[in-house]
């Protein structure tokens, strides 16, 4: 299974504070000792990552019963990839992973130094997030060049797409085990860090609409507004 990598994931401050659930600029104003956290956090934890992505491209056989068919016989199913992956002529399968080093140092040191931890966790959370849409956009300006329309990414645990379905779907197709990520039966990923993605490629694709659109906490998220469809 082909590997795509970058070791050059570029996030900042910021993007780690909101790895852990926070305002930046709230915390900018209201606590400058978290950010000097988070600061240190950021400066420790980039040596930790293990940037590694996952994927396989491969051709639509035929959309049945709310069922896209591949090529090699496998499936994906729900109406979210119905509603968006219907037109494609062939779709990217993709896992993004920064490895399981940091989560264990964060967990460890989370056990004296809980504010310390949470923000090495938000190291990763930032990184993950950087890599995958550094991957679907590698993917993207393909189609671009190829002359073909990408519809969003989307992802197991969006509305239209339950974990307990789209996850073993996505790990029945690729091999995850080359980039050490498993799946437990629960539909979680190890190391948490990890992403699973599908984009689908065609000349009539729907290209409109935002993934914050189809998360299950869209009305509730403070962040939306701050990330951009990854096809703009």
Sequence with gaps: MPLWNTDDLEFDVDDVLRGQ???PGAIRQRSPRLVETAQRAYEEGQALLEPKTLYRELDVDVLRHERLVLADGSKLSGALVTEHLGPAERVVLILCTVGEALEA??????????VYGLALDGVGSAAVEVLANSACKFFEDQAIDGGLQSSIPISPGMIGWPVDKGQPEIFSILEPEQINVSLSEYGLMRPRKSLTMVLGFGPTMQTDGRTCDYCAMRETCRYQDHYEPAHV
């Design 21 to 23: 659930g926070a305002d």
């Design 105 to 114: 140092h964060a967990s460890e040191i989370s056990q004296d130094d809980i």
